[in-house]
T-cell receptor
Framework: KNEVEQSPQNLTAQEGEFITINCSYS?????LHWLQQHPGGGIVSLFM???GKKKHGRLIATINIQEKHSSLHITASHPRDSAVYIC?????????FGTGTSLTVIP | GAVVSQHPSWVICKSGTSVKIECRSL??????MFWYRQFPKQSLMLMAT?????????EQGVEKDKFLINHASLTLSTLTVTSAHPEDSSFYIC??????????????FGPGTRLTVT
């Protein structure tokens, strides 16, 4: 059983659509990260959060510690948002990674 | 934001040779650097954690004699894949965390190095 589960695994959306990617975890965490991996492989850290909600541009990340669940939302999606989105959690001395959600935004 | 670079971005080597990959923090001091590998269509797998000036801590199942990690300065860590074999072909990614950050601290990822062993 994976400590971090993401859904969906693959997602195709039309440009402009509102997108939600979900992450559930089963361990006690000190922080949760949302990462974006571009087709070439490079990784960008989008958010690090331990409670509540964060917003950066068209991206919004929320976390519910009691339910052990986080969501990443993309508003007004654009083809350049096409990437793999990875949820990762840290427990204090360990990292666990989700298998990623592959997002394709069609013009 | 903070920038982490890796060199080379891709490398092809013959089986049995050794390959060194560099990870540099360009505008901050990284007391801790992490090395990951990623197989196609799979998620990141942490290989080891290195702290400046001390020996790296390897994850279970990672051969420390095969994957040599040196974190000699606050801005540079190197991963050397010794006696490389085709099964070592993978995408290697480093990340760095600044001084004073705990395990919850922000990590900054390098762009990755694609290694192909022929």
């Amino acid at each position: 059983k994976n400590e971090v589960e993401q859904s969906p695994q693959n997602l195709t959306a039309q440009e402009g659509e509102f997108i939600t990617i979900n992450c559930s975890y089963s361990v006690g965490i000190s922080a949760l990260h949302w990462l974006q991996q571009h087709p070439g492989g490079g990784i960008v850290s989008l958010f690090m959060l331990s409670s509540g909600k964060k917003k950066h541009g068209r991206l919004i990340a929320t976390i519910n510690i009691q339910e052990k669940h986080s969501s990443l939302h993309i508003t007004a999606s654009h083809p350049r948002d096409s990437a793999v989105y990875i949820c990762a959690v840290t427990t204090g001395n360990q990292f666990y990674f989700g298998t990623g959600t592959s997002l394709t935004v069609i013009p | 934001g903070a920038v982490v670079s890796q060199h080379p971005s891709w490398v092809i080597c013959k089986s049995g040779t050794s390959v060194k990959i560099e990870c540099r923090s360009l505008d901050f001091q990284a007391t801790t650097m992490f090395w990951y590998r990623q197989f196609p269509k799979q998620s990141l797998m942490l290989m080891a954690t290195s702290n400046e000036g001390s020996k790296a801590t390897y994850e279970q199942g990672v051969e420390k004699d095969k994957f040599l990690i040196n974190h000699a300065s606050l801005t540079l860590s190197t991963l050397t894949v010794t006696s490389a074999h085709p099964e070592d072909s993978s995408f290697y990614i480093c990340s760095a965390r600044g001084a004073g950050q705990g395990w919850s601290g922000e990590q900054y990822f390098g762009p990755g190095t694609r290694l192909t062993v022929t």
